[in-house]
Structure formats: C-alpha cells, structure tokens
C-alpha cells in the first residue's frame, strides 16, 4: 500500500521560513516524480513544485520561484519543499502528490497524494 505522510506544517509570520517533508512508503520512489501542490480555502488546488527521480529537474510555480525549494532523498523516499520568505498568500493546505516518470502540473495526473499538512502565514 503506497502512503505519502507530510509534515513540517505551521504558524509562521510574514518573511519567515518553513520546511516541509513528505516520506513515501509502500514502493521504491526513484522513479517517480514527486510534487507539492496546495490548496485554499474556497480555491483550486494548485501545483507549487515537482521533482524529477533524477532530482536534475525542477519545476516551479511563478508565484513560489526564487522563493521554495524542492529536493528529494531517493534513499530515504524523501521529498522535501524549504519555503523562505513566506507571505500571507501562502497560506494553504499543502500536499505530496507522486506519479511515475513525467513531470504535471495537473493535479489530475497523480496516482497518489497525502493527507495534507497546513501552512498558516501571518502578516
């Protein structure tokens, strides 16, 4: 059974930093793109970042470029997201997704998701 469990989730003020951490269980993760998205309330879910197995790409969202960081631990079937410079339109549940080889910003196009860890920025 495959399981992607989030955590590193919480309050932070305006311009402050986060990391998130999703930990994938149930099979190997080398060949399998992992994202974060995140959703609103009252908004469409939507893809913040995605690696590939090889971690050699990475793609971003606009809003979150210069900003997040994705990166991976093949080993550890790890994905990691650092969030620096938060801003109060950050806030949002966000979520691990993983699908098999291909890069997607489209939420449709992942097999698998986490339960969600919410991110709360004050300003």
């Known amino acids: 059974q495959v399981q992607l469990v989030e955590s590193g989730g919480g309050l932070v003020q305006a311009g402050g930093s986060l990391r998130l951490s999703c930990a994938a269980s149930g099979r190997t993760f080398s060949r399998y793109v992992m994202a974060w998205f995140r959703q609103a309330p009252g908004k469409e879910r939507e893809f913040v970042a995605s690696?590939?197995?090889?971690?050699?790409?990475?793609n971003y969202a606009d809003s979150v470029k210069g900003r997040f960081t994705i990166s991976r631990d093949n080993p550890q079937n790890t994905v990691y997201l650092q969030m620096n410079s938060l801003k109060p339109e950050d806030t949002a549940a966000y979520y691990c997704?993983?699908?098999?080889?291909?890069?997607?910003?489209?939420?449709?196009?992942?097999?698998?998701w986490g339960q969600g860890t919410q991110v709360t920025v004050s300003s």
């Open positions: 690696a590939s197995w090889s971690d050699s790409s990475t």
């Open positions: 997704a993983a699908r098999f080889l291909k890069s997607s910003p489209y939420s449709n196009d992942y097999n698998y």
